[in-house]
C-alpha cells in the first residue's frame, strides 16, 4: 500500500521518478497516447507487478519503450531494416509500435511466451528523460485497471492505481487520447496494422501502399495466442453493457426511442450537432462528426464519467472510420465486445 503522490512534470519529479523505477517500483506516467504504468524491463518482479498492479492477464504482451533506435535494436534479433525501418524513421518517437523478433533481452514474461515484442519511442518528454536517465527501457500498458477506460490524465490514473504505486508524474493531458497503433510483417511482407491508434492508415499508405487491417479491428476473432495488445480482449469499457450503433442521427433517435427499456438508467455518447429528445436517457457530447482528432482525445474521458454515473446502458453513435476515426470506432468496438446495431 502506497501513500500516492502526483507530481507536475520538473526536474525534481523525473528524478524521483527515476529513482522509483530503479528500485523496481511501478509509476504511473504521461505519454503522447495515454498514461501507462512503467517499469524497468530488466527486473522480472518490476514485470511481474504491471500484470499484478493492473489486473492484466498474463498471456497478453507488453509494449516496451525506448528513447531511440539504437536502443531498439538491442531489443530485437537484426537491426531494422527495410520498410519497418522506413516507418521508424518516419513516424518515431510517435503514435506507432511494430512488432519485431526479440532478443534475449526480452523476457518471457514481457512477451508473453512469444518470440516477438512490441517497440516505440513515444513522444513524451517525461517516459524519454528518464529512459535516458535510467538507459533502461521500461515497459508500460495503459494505466487502467485491466479492460476499464484508459487514463488521459494523472487524476483518471490517481482514480485507478491510488494506493497500488507511489507516483504518478502529471504532464498535463495526452495529445492523442487513445493508445498508439501497433503493426507487423506479414509472412507476405505486407505491413498489418494490428491495432490502430494515432498513425493512420492514410499516414501508413503515404510510406508503402502495402498494408492491411487485420480482421482483429473490426470483428470479432476467436484466437488462441495474443500476439498484441488490444485483439484478443474485451478492453475499454465501462461497468454497463455498450451498444455501438451505425447510423445516421434520424435512424439512431428512432432506434432509441422503440427500443430504449426506462427500467434501466440509460445514456447515449451523440455528436455535438445531433439532436436526441427522449426521456430518461442522459447525453454525452463527443465533438463534431467529422472532428476525429477531438473524438480520440476524448473517448476515454467520456467512458470514465459515464462509469462513475454507473449507468446500465450505454449506446454509441458510432464515429466515421476515417483517419484516427477509425481508431475510435476500433475502442468503441471493443467496449461493446462487439455488440453492434446496423441502421443504415
Known sequence: MFNTEILKYSHFAINKAAEYILNGEIIGLPTETVYGLAGRIDNIDSINKIFHIKGRPQDNPLIVHVSDIDMANKLIKKPMNGILEKLANKFWPGPLTIIMDKSNLINDVISCNLSTVAIRIPDSRSMINIIKKINIPLAAPSANISGKPSCTSAF???????????????????????????????????????????????????VTKNVYLSDFVLNKRLISKCISPGVKYKHYSPSGDVYLINGSNYSFTEFLMKNIDTSYKNCAIIFKNDFLNIENIDIFYNGDLNDYKFQSKNIFSILREIDKKSYDKIYIRAPKKIGIGLAVYNRIIRAADFKVVDLD
Open 156 to 206: 483518471h490514473v490517481f482514480d485507478d492505481m491510488n494506493t497500488k504505486i507511489p507516483l504518478i508524474l502529471d504532464d498535463g493531458n495526452c495529445e492523442f487520447g487513445i493508445e498508439s497503433t501497433i503493426i507487423n510483417l506479414s509472412e507476405d511482407n505486407r505491413i498489418c496494422i494490428l491495432r490502430p491508434g494515432g498513425i493512420t492508415l492514410e499516414d501508413l499508405y503515404s
